[in-house]
């Protein structure tokens, strides 16, 4: 009679150990009873039927990467089903371009579970499903670009592949976040002529840069020589202005004098003498003195009215001896 209580006992202890399952915060777990769907398990503490009541088993890829660069993946069974955002680093497939340009390229997938329900009874296998859906899909995008549109339009591939992926996973439970391509490496000689190509571009750029460069450079040396002429022709002009200014102010001055002079002379003959006809001899003998200046002898020949003209000046002599005696 112990005996059975004892194994009673244990038998019950391993039921309710059987049947308590302890669900990790972002974790859900499928129950099955006898095949059928019966409910989703969440965080916390929670009771099952032993014996007819059993999660339901998914399978999930795990990489391992090795020290060496390497890496392997494989199937991992397990009952638990992660609602995190998962990564899924896709190995390097190799696709062809619109050209016919064979690149090879690799991907990084971002996605989450939002229907844990889906995500079990809407595909097979979810991981192997969203890694080939990838695939097709990458090649079918990548086949409608050219190698040049494809190596420089990465953010355009990664948004429209995100979307027709997130499209098509909708009905897995699957939200599909984002997607990066981590590296595009095309053939060893396309890739050679695309450095060739690059290179001579940049040199090409180089002379462009340094033409402009010397341009501007001439077209400012010659701005400058046009200001300097410009401004020295103005100082010329301005100091013409100035040196005419001067030489009529000194004719303004000598006029005034001259005309103070006349005057002066006009009164002096008022009372004797003609003042039109000492003007006519002063100007002849002035005439005559730049005539006769010079080191050479010369003979001049004056006219007959001229002594008539300077018959004035005698008068003046007599006009001043006059006034100098009174």
Do not use: H
Request: hydrophobic share 40%; glycine share 4%; aromatic share 6%.
């Amino acid at each position: 009679m112990s005996t059975f209580l004892i194994l009673l006992v244990l038998f019950a202890i391993y039921l309710v150990m059987k049947g308590c399952i302890i669900v990790e915060q972002q974790e859900v777990v499928i129950i099955q009873r006898l095949g059928k769907y019966k409910e989703t398990l969440t965080a916390g503490l929670n009771w099952i039927l032993p014996f007819f009541d059993a999660p339901k088993t998914i399978y999930k890829k795990v990489t391992v990467n090795y020290r060496d660069g390497g890496s392997s993946s494989y199937m991992e069974k397990r009952t638990r089903i992660d609602l995190r955002e998962t990564v899924v680093d896709f190995p390097r497939q190799s696709v062809i371009t619109k050209d016919n340009v064979s690149i090879s390229i690799n991907a990084v997938l971002y996605f989450q579970i939002f229907n844990p329900e889906k995500s079990v009874y809407g595909v097979e296998n979810l991981y192997e499903a969203i890694e080939k859906l990838t695939q097709t899909t990458l090649r079918q995008l990548i086949g409608k670009l050219e190698l040049q549109e494809t190596l420089t339009s990465r953010d355009k591939i990664n948004s429209e592949l995100r979307e027709t992926i997130d499209s098509a996973s909708d009905k897995w439970g699957v939200k599909v976040n984002r997607i990066e391509l981590q590296d595009i490496t095309p053939p060893s000689d396309i890739q050679n002529a695309m450095d060739k190509q690059m290179k001579a571009e940049r040199e090409n750029r180089a002379m462009i840069y340094e033409a402009e460069g010397q341009k501007e450079s001439s077209i400012r040396i010659a701005e400058g020589q046009k200001e300097a002429a410009i401004r020295q022709a103005e100082g010329e002009k301005e100091a013409a202005i100035l040196k005419a200014e001067g030489i009529a102010q000194a004719r303004m001055v000598e006029a005034e004098a001259e005309k103070e002079a006349i005057k002066r002379i006009i009164e002096a003959l008022s009372t004797k003498g003609q003042a039109d006809k000492y003007l006519i001899a002063m100007k002849y003998l002035e005439t005559m003195k730049e005539m006769t200046s010079g080191q050479d002898n010369k003979i001049v020949y004056m006219p007959y009215e001229a002594s008539a003209v300077l018959s004035s000046v005698d008068g003046i002599k007599e006009m001043l001896l006059a006034k100098k005696s009174a």
